[in-house]
């Protein structure tokens, strides 16, 4: 017996970019019972709905293409899926696709390893941001000091920077999420 889970493409825009990831994971968990999906649950005293997102959007950050798995009871038509959480959600917590997926043993995300941003960039003239990224990308490592809890660590980014380019007064980026 096969496990399912419905791979859905949403964005977070507009002023719904203000939204935490709780209260993100709460809209989804409204909007699924609201159009009587058929979730799965955890087991035990209090039972949620199992969704999962693959990374949270910082508050205030839009985000066009964010992922969440939600896993379904049952072979369902992608569509159906669609339709039924599209009419649920405001637009600027829209969603834009949806695939119906074999679920595996692990995170339906821990295999992802690169996420494309764009970031605006105000008061500075492209051909200098341009030049800034080539020496950048000229570099073998830019290390960060990262501090936690419980240890300090040097972290070389170098190596997770696979694509940056200057459009108009953007930066386009293609990162690593795995060291």
């Given at each position: 017996?096969?496990?399912?889970?419905?791979?859905?493409?949403?964005?977070?825009?507009?002023?719904?970019?203000?939204?935490?990831?709780?209260?993100?994971?709460r809209?989804?968990?409204?909007?699924i019972r609201?159009?009587?999906?058929?979730?799965?649950?955890?087991?035990?005293?209090?039972?949620?709905s199992?969704?999962s997102?693959?990374?949270?959007l910082?508050?205030?950050?839009?985000?066009e293409?964010?992922?969440?798995?939600?896993?379904?009871?049952?072979?369902?038509?992608?569509?159906?899926?669609?339709?039924?959480?599209s009419?649920?959600?405001?637009?600027?917590?829209?969603?834009?696709?949806?695939?119906?997926?074999?679920?595996?043993?692990?995170?339906?995300?821990?295999?992802?390893?690169?996420?494309d941003?764009?970031?605006?960039?105000?008061?500075?003239?492209p051909?200098?941001?341009?030049?800034?990224?080539e020496?950048?990308?000229?570099?073998?490592?830019?290390?960060?000091?990262?501090?936690?809890?419980?240890?300090?660590?040097?972290?070389?980014?170098?190596?997770?920077?696979?694509?940056?380019q200057?459009?108009?007064?953007?930066?386009?980026?293609?990162?690593?999420?795995?060291?």
């Open positions: 017996n096969q496990r399912l889970y419905a791979r859905v493409i949403f964005r977070k825009t507009g002023l719904l970019r203000f939204l935490g990831h709780l209260d993100v994971h809209s989804f968990d409204r909007a609201r159009a009587k999906l058929p979730v799965e649950y955890s087991q035990g005293f209090s039972p949620h199992l969704i997102f693959a990374m949270p910082p508050v205030g950050v839009a985000g293409n964010e992922l969440c798995a939600i896993d379904i009871t049952g072979q369902w038509d992608p569509m159906a899926i669609y339709k039924a959480l009419r649920q959600l405001p637009a600027e917590l829209g969603i834009v696709g949806v695939q119906v997926l074999a679920r595996p043993k692990r995170s339906p995300f821990a295999d992802l390893q690169l996420a941003y764009r970031a605006e960039i105000c008061n500075t003239e051909e200098r941001l341009q030049e800034a990224i020496v950048l990308l000229q570099q073998d490592e830019l290390i960060i000091h990262r501090q936690t809890k419980s240890k300090e660590l040097d972290l070389n980014l170098r190596p997770r920077i696979y694509g940056l200057v459009r108009n007064s953007n930066v386009l980026m293609r990162l690593g999420l795995t060291p």
